[in-house]
């Protein structure tokens, strides 16, 4: 080995060592939005990374998003579903609950009715709580929470989502973004999303 291919060597080796030391800095420390709904807990570990049960509680869309830190795989609709409204985001997740996207009217063509199930749109939660889809949706869209094995539990949102209301444009869904104790986004039913 000459001088040369060893000083090269030396200085691959250090580059690899320098990269795989540094850690690599999650959604959590690049935008804010994602912790605002759960801005008073610190995520585990284990939540921190990749994985169906990555950061229950927190804004998912925030970085599973075109142009986002998860822009491989941006998703349409997400959130997590806890077991009661004041829940704290990294235990009270509530695992297998039903979240359908349903039609917020009828098709003027007569393809679908309002309140049927759209395509890709029967989820349910794992067990931190968490839903999330990529599916395409026709908005706006209504959605309905439910209790697999009991139908008495169940809760159908009033309000219609994934519509820009002044422009009509097609928007993500970030449930967390709005459900969560606190929060300004909305009146009323001020917690996280839960089945009574």
């Known amino acids: 080995m000459t001088a040369r291919s060893g000083l090269m060597l030396s200085l691959a080796a250090g580059l690899t060592l320098g990269i795989a030391s540094c850690d690599r800095p999650s959604g959590l420390e690049l935008i804010p939005e994602a912790v605002v709904s759960c801005s008073t807990e610190q995520p585990t570990s284990d939540q921190q990374g990749e ?40 235990t009270g997740g509530a695992a297998n609950i039903g979240v359908e996207v349903l039609y917020s009217q009828d098709d003027p063509n007569g393809g ?53 209301p002044t422009t009509g444009a097609v928007t993500r869904v970030d449930c967390n973004f709005c459900h969560y104790p606190g929060s300004p986004n909305l009146t009323g039913n001020n917690g996280r999303i839960y089945l009574p």
């Not at 998860?70 to 990294?90: E, M």
């Not at 067990?127 to 949706?137: E, I, L, R």
């Open 112 to 164: 679908y009715r309002m309140n049927e199930v759209q395509p890709g749109g029967s989820l349910r939660t794992n067990d931190a709580g968490n839903f999330y889809t990529a599916a395409k949706f026709v908005a706006p869209m209504r959605i309905r929470v439910f209790d697999p094995n009991n139908s008495t539990r169940q809760v159908l949102m009033n309000n219609l989502v994934g519509q820009d």
């Open 51 to 90: 994985g169906t049960k990555m950061l229950p509680g927190r804004v998912c869309g925030a970085c599973h998003r075109t142009g986002g830190q998860a822009a491989n795989s941006p998703w349409t609709l997400s959130g997590t579903v806890f077991v009661d409204a004041n829940a704290p985001c990294n």
